[in-house]
């Protein structure tokens, strides 16, 4: 199954229709909806045959009539925009669209097939690695983090969860350095070196298959344990909890503390509220709300403390097998 959003593989099927049929389908979008679909044919990394195969049959559109796998870009999308908005707004937009999306010194390694990057950098320091998957769009980050060797992939994964923003000049000099040695490869450009280590890594660890993200977690309770608490606690947040469907939560009830229910439950809306009283029992559900009633003010720092248990308890039981967290489009089942 295809590792892009509904949205970009929406862009892959527009890229592959003729002029005339591309344009009968954006006739019939709104402008902004042309705007993001647009915006993603620009960016789309380069594909397979294979790839494309993939999601034309997902999408049930007649695969044989689109043999010819074009792939995406600025042109195909400039084209695009001026047949259905005309030469000026699709200048405008474009323009505006370069400017949002525009490309760090290592970007040129999204259009790189994940395979050949961890080929080509299997034997760089950890470091080179984390920062290259650092500046990467997270799903081909992912990609390259799943064929990555136990260690090493574990080892990154701490190194790019720690990792800092650079000052411009290191990130263009380590870009030239690579685009150098894979000349083969164009480079997209663009100078963006600004980064955050935990939310790029949460990210990538979120896109890759579940047997990876275990592996890498698990390997990283043991060397760095606090890094492993922060990365998880990023993952999965006490809104995702209301989240869960009434099944699970009602697993998840059944192992918390009702007086931590009650605190993390302070001044949140009704219907926030409203989901934990239907999963748990009558009697329960006016304990609950008696404890609420009588807990008055708190302090904020009280109530995340609660809510942090209660996450704690989701990840517990998702380690034991006992729910499943989604991934993607999945549902969360007991």
Known sequence: MSALTKRQQAAVIISQLDEQRANKVLRAMSESEVIALMGEVAHLPVMTAGEVDDIIDELAINATALADVRQGGADIAHKLLAERLGPQRAAEIMAELEHVVAEHPLGFMNQIDPSQIVGFLSGEHPQILALVLAHLQRDHAARIVERLDDDLRTEVARRVAKIAPL??????????????RLSAFVRAGGTTTEVEGLSTIVGILTSADQATEKQILSDLEERDPEMAERIRNEMFVFEDVVNLDDKTLQTVLRSVVLKNVALALKGKPAHVVEKFTRNISERAAEELA??????GPQRLSVVEAAEAAIVKAVRSLADAGTITLERGDDELVG
Request: charged share 40%.
């Open 167 to 180: 000052p411009p000049e290191v990130v263009r000099k380590v870009g030239a350095d690579l685009e150098l």
């Open 290 to 295: 008696e404890d609420m009633e009588a807990l």
